[in-house]
């Protein structure tokens, strides 16, 4: 196993990399701390089924898990076969609002919903990424982090058709993360037809489909 940038760790297994942004180590922007998530993969990975990885395990065929602590996704688990993005989840209490904008200006999504007089009626769960710098912004901590985990995603790939991964509902717990993401890559391993990359046949059955009962809840 090998770390040939401090920027990026990534992890090398029979049959699988780990890749992780930054944030495993010292970045500003991580959403939450979870600095032995990435081995904690690679060994998870190591305990599938001997046999079950591609082989040979050339570049192109290795299993492939991105963690990113935080939405601007470094690491890219947009095109990872299983992807995990560090989330914050906020809660406002507009009661409290000193009606300062601050956390408005801090949201790159427009996610937060300010009245007429600038101060906060709520935050749009549509909009709202989870990267917490609304609620680091607020002078009166009106804005608190309700949950921290991980969004899933399953089904990413680049090479001669390329598609992003599909997100799966709910935010996942840090020490749950590598047993889901063990669990994803074996269904996608057991119902793929041939070949096939995960990304396959995620597109192929639906990402729903082969998460099972695999979704762990967000940690507070």
Known sequence: MSSPSPRTLRLDGPGFRVTACRGAQDCPRRVLDAPG??????????????????????????????VAYCPNACSQPQIADVGA?????????PAACVACGACAAACR??????D?????????????????????????????TARRGF???????????????????????????PARASAILAACLAARH???????????????????DARAPGRD
Request: proline content about 8%.
């Open 151 to 177: 969004r899933v995603l399953a089904g990413g790939k680049l090479g001669r058709h390329p598609r992003l991964a599909d997100e799966l509902p709910g935010l996942c717990a840090p020490e749950a993360l």
């Open 109 to 114: 999504e427009s996610a937060v919903d300010l």
């Open 85 to 93: 993005i560090g989330a914050a989840t906020p809660a406002a209490d």
């Open 37 to 66: 998530l990435p081995r904690a993969l690679a060994a998870a990975l190591e305990a599938l089924a001997p046999g079950a990885a591609p082989a040979p395990a050339h570049a192109h065929t290795l299993l492939r898990v991105a």
């Open 194 to 212: 041939g070949h096939e990359r995960p990304g396959d046949v995620v597109a192929r059955l639906g990402a729903a489909a082969l998460a099972g």
């Open 116 to 144: 007429g007089l600038g101060a906060i009626r709520g935050i749009d769960a549509t909009r709202c990424l989870g990267c917490g710098a609304c609620a680091a912004a607020c002078p009166a901590q009106v804005i608190a």
